[in-house]
């Protein structure tokens, strides 16, 4: 079972729309990052979230950390062709751990 | 350096071979992370270093796979008689262990066992 569920796997939308992207967690977790990857690349690190219903703005990126601490979700307002990638999200999952661990991934491609 | 760098970006391997990549992470950075991408999707973690020393490897096979982060030299990831299941594109992340210890991540190794 994964630690992190993100849904949906893959998302084919027009240049403009809107979309949301979720991370889901039966476990409650101190801080949760997500973090974006463009083929060929590795992951660069977008938002921390670290506060129970912390809302963080990244341009048109709008990042919820739910008020449990054991989800987030993702929007983004006005896709743009720049915005393809694959989306992750991440977590240490326990005190003392430094390495990640990753969600499985949102496909995201914005067609022009 | 500035960025994480990983050598080489492609390595192909026939089924049995020996495959070795290199990491240099950023300066000044004590801490190093290898990650295991497959299928596109799924990260796996391998190994972390502080410094020279193993950190954490509890995401490391217990056979075949080995790394080392030595003094003045890159950290290498070495895989002994590699399989096909081997074939991912291998990261390596470099962390400053203080603060926000937000993860740098090269630009991967993709590894092809044939």
């Known amino acids: 079972t994964q630690l992190l569920e993100q849904s949906p796997q893959f998302l084919s939308i027009q240049e403009g729309e809107n979309l949301t992207v979720y991370c889901n967690s039966s476990?409650?977790?101190?801080?949760l990052q997500w973090y974006r990857q463009e083929p060929g690349e590795g992951p660069v690190l977008l938002v921390t979230?670290?506060?129970?219903?912390e809302v963080k703005k990244l341009k048109r990126l709008t990042f919820q950390f739910g008020d449990a601490r054991k989800d987030s979700s993702l929007h983004i307002t006005a896709a743009q062709p720049g915005d393809t990638g694959l989306y992750l999200c991440a977590v240490r999952p326990y005190t003392g751990r430094r390495a990640l661990t990753f969600g499985s991934g949102t496909r995201l491609q914005v067609q022009p | 350096g500035e960025e994480v760098a990983q050598t080489p970006k492609h390595l192909v391997r026939g089924e049995g071979q020996k495959a070795k990549l290199y990491c240099a992470p950023i300066?000044?950075?004590?801490?190093v992370f290898w990650y295991q991408q497959v299928l596109k999707n799924e990260f796996k973690f391998l190994i972390s270093f502080q410094n020279e020393n193993v950190f954490d490897e509890t995401g490391m096979p217990k056979e075949r796979f080995s790394a080392k982060c030595l003094p003045n030299s890159p950290c290498s990831l070495e895989i002994q008689a590699t399989k096909l299941e081997d074939s991912a594109v291998y990261f390596c992340?470099?962390?400053?262990?203080?603060?926000?210890?937000?993860?740098?991540f090269g630009p991967g190794t993709r590894l092809t066992v044939l």
């Open positions: 979230v670290v506060t129970g219903g």
């Open positions: 992340a470099s962390s400053q262990g203080r603060g926000t210890d937000t993860q740098y």
């Open positions: 476990s409650v977790f101190s801080s």
């Open positions: 300066k000044g950075h004590s801490y």
